[in-house]
């Protein structure tokens, strides 16, 4: 006889979906390995075996005028980080050539600050021309806030996704950042998928939030329609005003992939920035429903090395193909 959790599996993959109440009891009640065992069910059967590969480059760093709480890019808290206006392109292109060689599929530059400035956009449509010359990559852009002209010339661009984390759900954003807003981010993400990209959302857990605040952010993500939902763990930046905060516990996180692969059973749950945290503990999340990842460097924070995350990923039965439906 089936297991409540095995029959909830069955369920999803046949297309139901679940509510808050019931993803609130599993993240309670529920036994961690047979939730974490059902949400890689859910992925194995809906999605495959094919892992998802992306990198990000930090193209402009630092000065940021946005007060989120959690990042060193914040020009209001003093970590120290390396603050430059644009990064040199033989070092863009070196990261992205780097980054194709080893089956990545697609990579992202990111820029600090509120929104894209045109003088900025137009100094990464060659970045990105000079790196479509030299390699096989998909692009990306995370650059904050969007408007419909610099959205348009991004696609233009050759960019086909944008990513603009959530970070937080509704109710818990203020607590995040005050300078911007949660529907800004909605707006944004609206715009981009407008003009014809794709999109990128997701958020950051272990910022104080409660299970039912990670739990409603899932289900935002789900009612706008997200398919490439990154989760990243706070990583506490000395000199950022969540510096001080505990890490999170592998069951914590791994409870959460679960939930999110549960509530969005056909998107990407990318593991991103901060898995690093966890040591051996991160490749779990992918036997927990997660099958994707940031894989090098971060932003300002160092992540896994590449062939070390392939090499594990592998032994887990996971296959890199270039596949332009699985990216």
């Not at 944004?188 to 990670?214: K, Q, V």
């Not at 505990?246 to 056909?266: H, K, W």
């Amino acid at each position: 006889m089936s297991t409540p959790l095995e029959q909830l599996k069955n369920e999803i993959v046949n297309g139901a979906g679940i509510d808050k109440a019931t993803a609130m009891e599993l993240a309670v009640s529920a036994d961690k390995e047979a939730l974490y065992q059902a949400a890689d069910g859910v992925r194995s059967r809906l999605m495959g075996n094919h892992f998802h590969l992306c990198s990000i480059i930090n193209a402009k760093s630092g000065n940021c005028t946005e007060n989120c709480r959690f990042c060193a890019q914040s020009a209001r808290h003093h970590t120290g980080i390396d603050t430059y206006t644009l990064i040199d392109s033989e070092e863009a292109l070196t990261i992205a050539k780097d980054n194709d060689d080893h089956a990545v599929h697609r990579l992202s530059l990111v820029t600090s600050g509120r929104s894209l400035d045109r003088k900025t956009a137009a100094e990464l449509a060659g970045l990105y021309q000079d790196i479509a010359a030299a390699t096989s990559l998909l692009f990306c852009t995370s650059s904050g806030l969007l408007d419909k002209e610099i959205a348009a010339e991004l696609v233009k661009n050759g960019v086909s996704r944008y990513h603009c984390n959530l970070e937080a759900n509704k109710d818990f954003f203020p607590q995040v950042c005050t300078t911007h807003t949660w529907d800004e981010k909605v707006a944004t993400l609206n715009i981009a998928r407008e003009a014809g990209m794709s999109l990128c959302s997701g958020g950051i857990i272990g910022m104080g939030e409660t299970m039912a605040d990670r739990i409603a952010l899932a289900f935002e993500l789900r009612e706008l329609g997200i398919k490439s939902i990154p989760v990243n763990i706070l990583t506490p930046i000395p000199g950022t005003p969540l510096g001080d905060l505990e890490p999170l516990t592998t069951d914590d996180v791994l409870t959460v992939v679960a939930l999110f692969r549960l509530i969005n059973p056909d998107a990407i749950i990318r593991m991103a920035g901060g898995r690093q945290q966890l040591g051996q503990d991160q490749y779990r999340a992918f036997t927990a429903g997660a099958n994707g990842a940031i894989v090098g460097n971060y932003l300002t924070t160092t992540g896994s090395g590449i062939t070390g995350d392939l090499e594990q990923l592998s032994a887990l039965g996971y296959t890199f193909e270039r596949d332009d439906a699985h990216v």
